[in-house]
């Protein structure tokens, strides 16, 4: 069990749709991050949030907007997305927001786009 | 700008052979250098290293940093089919960016 955990599991939506995805973390840390993986392509970190502040947007289109209430929770709010969006979307956390900081993740909610 | 690379990208052995995975990396300020084993969904954590020549083992696992030449390794003994995975390298700084990551390297272990 990671600490980390993520639903749904699996979302197939149309273009049109609006959906959201959630994350939950029980490890107290205080640092989240959203990360795009699609297939033979390296990890894309979207987004992270330290003590509930975003300190880092990496350049993501308008499309996926991240909120986060608290520490503990994380969700990425999806709308008019497209077919390439397509991808495993993981959901991570650390003590802190800092690059020595072990990142925990999450199982991953395998998004399908039509 | 911070970079991560692994090699091979994928690799196929049979059962009992011993692989080698390789991650280098340029970072500004480097702190620490992860390694990640990938299944099915989310990446679990192996090792971190942040000193040079100290082995870290678990099991037939074992990892060793190179803060001189830049890279790392990442050796798998007797291996078994379960340890088919993509193994991602990452390397943390000293500041307040977040981890980067290499692309993974695919491992398949055949029986």
């Known amino acids: 069990e990671t600490g980390v955990t993520q639903t749904p599991r699996h979302l197939v939506m149309g273009m049109t749709n609006k959906k959201s995805l959630k994350c939950e973390q029980h490890l107290g840390h205080n640092a989240m991050y959203w990360y795009k993986q699609s297939a033979k392509k390296p990890l894309e970190l979207m987004f992270v949030?330290?003590?509930?502040?975003?300190?880092e947007n990496n350049s993501v289109p308008s499309r996926f907007s991240p909120e986060c209430p608290n520490s503990s929770h994380l969700f990425l709010h999806l709308h008019t997305l497209q077919p390439e969006d397509s991808a495993l979307y993981l959901c991570?956390?650390?003590?802190?927001?800092?690059?020595?900081?072990?990142?925990?993740f999450g199982p991953g909610t395998r998004l399908t786009v039509l | 700008e911070d970079k991560v690379v692994q090699s091979p990208l994928s690799l196929v052995v049979h059962e009992g052979d011993t692989v080698t995975l390789n991650c280098s990396y340029e970072?500004?300020?480097?702190?620490?250098l992860l390694w990640y084993k990938q299944e099915k969904k989310a990446p679990t954590f192996l090792f971190m290293l942040t000193s040079s020549g100290i082995e870290k083992k678990s099991g037939r696992l074992s990892s060793i940093l190179d803060k001189k030449e830049l890279f790392s390794i990442l050796n798998i003994t007797a291996t078994q089919t379960g340890d088919s995975a993509i193994y991602l390298c990452a390397v943390g700084n000293s500041g307040n960016t977040p981890l980067v990551f290499g692309k993974g390297t695919r491992l398949s272990v055949i029986a």
């Open positions: 991570a956390s650390s003590p802190l927001a800092i690059g020595r900081d072990t990142q925990y």
């Open positions: 970072v500004t300020n480097f702190r620490s």
């Open positions: 949030y330290n003590f509930k502040e975003q300190t």
